[in-house]
């Protein structure tokens, strides 16, 4: 998604018993048989290399991947992964094509990919809750969806998950766009709402929110998740890797569903973890993105965890498709697959 950023070596020692039972030969001979050399150990396989999409730049949003890979448990997958920044729009094209391995991406893309014919899958289901939201000071009233009708709305862009957001929430609220003076403001949503230059703004629930409210600006925040389960970020590949490389993509969801596993129950170690991957983190800095990561953790506990559900999956194209934002209906079927993760 937009915005949306060791291997401890065990050393075993082999004992040998000073008093282990030797062979005596009892009747030499001049001939006589030279011992068996023991057999050569196997050299263990060489990690496979594979490369991940994770975002524009390290945050620590993306803090199971980093630990999934600090923990080594893409290394006991038998993985070596490298961790990419970029545009998502970009990884998802080059992952469709199999210039990339994998990358992280959220279900609209998925769905604009397959309804352009090319052959995006998505296989690990990251985020239980889409993350996007508007926010409003709370002295504006703006408590719902309904309450922005005649109020100016900044969005980033008319693209990617904030704009599927908005169109979503007004799909499944019947606001009446028209009544809303939406106005593209970049990724500026929290200095533009605190210096009153949008009334509100669509922002990452687990980013904007928290900078005004340790800014001591009460804020209210309409989640779009209430309104319709949209699929959001997962892990995603193309149908050639799933078809000639399964093992691979076991490998690759397995590993990373144990990055979020860890996270999860353990945030503390996981926030450090994260903190040796984004070298601009300072020390001032790292109480909020603490409080970043806690809130991201709050949207990724699942009961499933990495399952998707057929439901999301067809109401978040049926939505995409009365919006205008794919032209055709595609087959929900073909967006996703549970089998590498169950």
Not at 288 to 301: A, F, P
């Amino acid at each position: 998604m937009h915005h949306l950023r060791l291997l401890l070596p065990v050393l075993f020692m082999l004992w040998l018993s000073a008093c282990a039972p030797v062979t005596v030969q009892t009747a030499p001979s001049s001939s006589a048989e030279e011992e068996a050399p023991p057999p050569a150990e196997e050299a263990p396989a060489p990690a496979e290399e594979v490369s991940l999409g994770v975002g524009f730049i390290p945050n620590v949003q993306f803090t199971p991947y980093y630990v999934a890979q600090a923990k080594g448990f893409y290394a006991e997958e038998g993985l070596d992964v490298t961790l990419e920044h970029g545009f998502e729009h970009d990884f998802v094209t080059l992952t469709a094509q199999g210039e990339r391995d994998f990358s992280v991406a959220s279900g609209d893309q998925v769905i604009l990919a397959r309804a352009q014919g090319l052959p995006l899958v998505y296989v690990m289901k990251w985020y239980d809750r889409f993350p996007v939201g508007v926010m409003a000071l709370a002295e504006s009233g703006i408590d719902g969806p309904e309450a922005l009708a005649g109020h100016s709305v900044g969005i980033p862009g008319l693209f990617g998950a904030s704009f599927a957001a908005w169109k979503a929430l007004v799909y499944s609220t019947g606001l009446d766009e028209t009544t809303v003076d939406l106005q593209e403001i970049g990724f500026t949503q929290a200095a533009a709402i605190s210096e009153n230059k949008v009334d509100a703004a669509v922002v990452y629930l687990a980013n904007e929110p928290i900078q005004l409210s340790e800014a001591g600006m009460e804020v209210n925040v309409i989640e779009v998740s209430e309104y319709i389960n949209l699929v959001s970020n997962g892990v995603v590949t193309n149908e050639t890797v799933i078809n000639e490389q399964p093992e691979l993509v076991r490998a690759l969801v397995q590993g990373s569903l144990r990055g979020l596993a860890y996270t999860i129950e353990n945030p503390d170690e996981a926030f450090e973890i994260a903190r040796t991957f984004i070298p601009e983190m300072t020390d001032e800095d790292a109480p909020t993105q603490k409080m970043v990561l806690e809130r991201s953790i709050d949207l990724w506990r699942s009961s499933q965890p990495g399952l998707s559900s057929a439901e999301a999956w067809a109401e978040s194209a049926e939505f995409m498709l009365a919006a205008g934002m794919i032209d055709e209906a595609v087959d929900v079927e073909a967006l996703y697959t549970n089998e590498f993760v169950e």
